[in-house]
């Protein structure tokens, strides 16, 4: 079993794997095992060290301009600005995210830089990224008001292109990082007048961790314990948001499988192949079932799958 960095690594190795007395294949049939589809993941920590009051345009060719980044909010109890807060729950994230090895791209990993929202956007779409995901922390005139917002992009003549992965992004990884907080749901809100999303050429998101002015979600995001369950749910539901589809009716195929170079795990869940933390190292393994491009082997852990890179043909 190989984790963290060494897993994150599997995506560039091209597995080669060979079934031996596979029902209904010849003697000797190989098969190339897929490399794993790199999928990257644009993690932006909201603000810096120092807030930038010049302006930018709030979109391509937009008239309209904005500060180019503002220097964030402060905790009402702990006085911890948040730029500090969000970079903290962001390496975090990348962490988890390497571990079910997502390729990370950070736009910064220090305070001390001088980033505008656009410049952020660009990041990740210089990146390619699958999805980029902008972390900041909220404030309220109320210490009262509390929770958790997962914000995208609405729809406007910048974001058409984006808006409806985005929504969809959105809506599947709140549920998880709020089943992992137990923070109360501000639900997945549009936002048109963003700069970040704007100028933004890939999904995107951008999560509202807690309100800074509340003094308990203020202590909270400053609880390594609470913002590592949030780190986790956030994971969770990105990896849901970038799960595979499986196509393909189960083809009964059973016999032993060599693996002949590291291979990473998914599990299939509601018709979709979810990556795990887990991989396995060059081995025999017992192959109980074929779909689509993807065997479902024997583990230590229970059955899981491995990608092929071409369907077998009977």
């Known amino acids: 079993m190989k984790r963290g960095g060494q897993a994150g690594r599997l995506g560039r190795i091209v597995c080669l794997i060979g079934f031996i007395g596979l029902l209904?294949?010849?003697?000797g049939w190989e098969a190339q095992a897929a490399p794993q589809k790199e999928r990257t993941v644009c993690l932006d920590p909201g603000h810096q060290l120092r807030g930038n009051n010049e302006h930018e345009p709030i979109g391509p060719g937009a008239a309209e301009t904005k500060p180019k980044v503002s220097s964030g909010t402060a905790g009402?109890?702990?006085?911890?600005?948040?730029?500090?807060?969000?970079?903290?729950?962001?390496?975090?994230?990348?962490?988890?995210?390497?571990?079910?090895?997502?390729?990370?791209v950070m736009t910064r990993e220090v305070h001390e830089v001088n980033l505008s929202n656009r410049e952020r956007a660009a990041v990740c779409n210089d990146a390619a990224a699958d999805l980029a995901v902008r972390i900041h922390a909220d404030?309220?005139?109320?210490?009262?008001?509390?929770?958790?917002?997962?914000?995208?992009?609405?729809?406007?003549?910048?974001?058409?292109?984006?808006?409806?992965?985005?929504?969809r992004a959105a809506e599947v990884v709140l549920p998880e990082v709020i089943a992992a907080t137990g923070a109360v749901s501000r639900?997945?809100?549009?936002?048109?007048?963003?700069?970040?999303?704007?100028?933004?050429?890939?999904?995107?998101?951008?999560?509202?961790?807690?309100?800074?002015?509340?003094?308990?979600?203020?202590?909270l995001l400053s609880d390594p314990d609470y913002v590592g369950r949030m780190a986790q749910g956030l994971a969770t539901g990105i990896n849901k948001y970038l799960s595979e589809p499986v196509e393909g009716e189960p083809l009964d195929m059973q016999g032993e499988m060599v693996l002949s170079q590291p291979a990473r795990l998914f599990e299939l869940v509601?018709?979709?192949?979810?990556?795990?933390?887990?991989?396995?190292?060059?081995?025999?393994?017992?192959?109980?079932?074929?779909?689509?491009?993807?065997?479902?082997?024997?583990?230590?852990?229970g059955e899981r799958w491995v990608h092929l890179q071409d369907e077998p043909s009977v």
């Not at 209904?24 to 003697?27: H, K, Q, R, T, V």
């Not at 009402?76 to 390729?103: F, H, I, S, W």
């Not at 809100?189 to 050429?201: I, M």
């Open 270 to 301: 509601e018709g979709r192949m979810l990556r795990t933390t887990l991989s396995l190292s060059p081995q025999t393994v017992w192959a109980a079932e074929v779909r689509g491009e993807w065997a479902k082997i024997d583990t230590w852990v």
């Open 139 to 167: 404030g309220d005139s109320s210490s009262k008001t509390q929770g958790m917002t997962m914000l995208y992009p609405g729809l406007n003549k910048y974001t058409g292109g984006i808006h409806e992965e985005s929504r």
């Open 187 to 219: 639900g997945a809100v549009p936002r048109t007048d963003l700069s970040g999303f704007n100028w933004s050429e890939v999904p995107t998101i951008l999560v509202e961790m807690g309100f800074m002015s509340n003094p308990r979600e203020d202590e």
């Open 76 to 104: 009402v109890k702990t006085k911890r600005p948040e730029y500090a807060v969000n970079l903290d729950a962001g390496l975090l994230l990348r962490d988890r995210l390497q571990e079910y090895g997502y390729r990370v």
């Open 24 to 27: 209904g294949l010849e003697s």
